[in-house]
């Protein structure tokens, strides 16, 4: 069966600082890996994907995520955080054969200045 | 374009009403999902349609739960009769086809159960 999981509840950052949100998975066959992000009272919004070939892909507003198929993680990234990143941020997994899309438990990003 | 719109974004009920939500997917996206996020939690899936067909609705609790989407645009979820762990977030989301394509999601309903 497909899982997600994000093991972090809360990640803190200084603005201007590097972020990482973690995200591993387990689904079989090949999977198709997606980044969202929730701002409150606001349904999800898309960030960025990753399906196939080079395994860092670039997202919206500066997002990066890194896909690794040993470690069967795919870490959202941001080389420069800016206070207004703050937001909840969910993994979701969906295998190549089915349309299910799963959603980790979300991990809560706090910027401060 | 118009996004995934949902309604109504607020409704507050006593447990053992009925209670039902509404979703108009963007135009031309024959799969469409309901999600259930319960607070400070991930997206649970509901059900998934394929133009008017579920194709998946493993997970709708069918004693008090259905759905339904005529004609293959609109979909209506309904909850008769609501009980208080009932109270969350209902998410509707489209897409063009399976597969690897990205779900665009309404704002929600957000449903409180007294």
């Known amino acids: 069966a497909q899982s997600v999981a994000q093991p972090e509840d809360q990640v803190n950052v200084a603005e201007g600082n590097p972020l990482t949100v973690k995200c591993t998975y387990s689904v079989s066959g090949n999977p198709y890996l997606f980044w969202y992000v929730q701002y409150p009272n606001r349904g999800l919004q898309f960030l960025l994907k990753y399906i196939t070939g080079d395994n860092l892909v670039k997202g919206s507003y500066g997002f990066e995520a890194e896909f690794n198929k040993s470690q069967t993680s795919f870490h959202l990234k941001k080389p420069s955080a800016l206070v207004s990143d703050s937001a909840l941020y969910f993994c979701?997994?969906?295998?190549?054969?089915?349309?299910?899309?799963?959603f980790g438990q979300g991990t809560e990003l706090s910027v401060k200045p | 374009e118009a996004g995934v719109v949902q309604s109504p974004r607020y409704k507050i009920i006593e447990k053992k009403q009925p209670v039902a939500f509404w979703c108009n997917p963007i135009?031309?996206?024959?799969?469409l999902y309901w999600y259930r996020q319960n607070l400070g939690q991930g997206p649970e899936l509901l059900i998934r349609y394929e133009n008017e067909e579920a194709v998946d609705d493993s997970q709708l609790p069918k004693d008090r739960f259905s759905a339904e989407r005529l004609k293959g645009v609109d979909s209506t979820l309904k909850i008769q009769p609501a009980e208080l762990g009932d109270s969350a977030v209902y998410l509707c989301?489209?897409?063009?086809?399976?597969?690897?394509?990205?779900?665009?999601f309404g704002a929600g309903s957000r449903l409180t159960v007294l």
């Open positions: 979701a997994v969906k295998d190549n054969q089915g349309g299910k899309l799963i």
């Open positions: 989301a489209s897409t063009v086809i399976s597969g690897a394509n990205v779900l665009t």
């Open positions: 135009s031309g996206h024959n799969t």
